[in-house]
């Protein structure tokens, strides 16, 4: 979020109208009468990465050269290449897509 700005694909307004921290989340569950079972950051890292380019160069290249720029960093070789810096970012749990399981308590 820092590095993008508005160009970060996390901020996909409207579906993404709030930033939750773990500990935020938390409290809202327990509001809910929730518990958490458990939560993991360890996905998304390339491919919120790619969007949030696509984001950036469609405001300095227009979206005609994003969009193609966009398609070729899709392909396999290009999502092999960044995978030394992408890969630890997953493996460490610090990927930018929160996922949380969560039990209703009786």
Do not use: C, E
């Amino acid at each position: 979020a820092r590095w993008w700005g508005k160009y970060w694909a996390g901020l996909d307004y409207p579906r993404h109208l709030y930033l939750f921290s773990n500990l935020t989340l938390n409290q809202l569950l327990q509001k809910a009468n929730l518990h958490t079972i458990d939560y993991n950051t360890n996905i998304g890292a390339y491919p919120t990465w790619l969007l949030s380019m696509r984001f950036w160069l469609q405001a300095r290249l227009g979206n005609k050269v994003a969009l193609k720029i966009y398609h070729l960093l899709m392909h396999p070789i290009f999502q092999l290449i960044p995978s030394p810096v992408f890969h630890p970012v997953s493996a460490l749990g610090k990927g930018p897509i929160m996922v949380v399981r969560a039990r209703y308590q009786l």
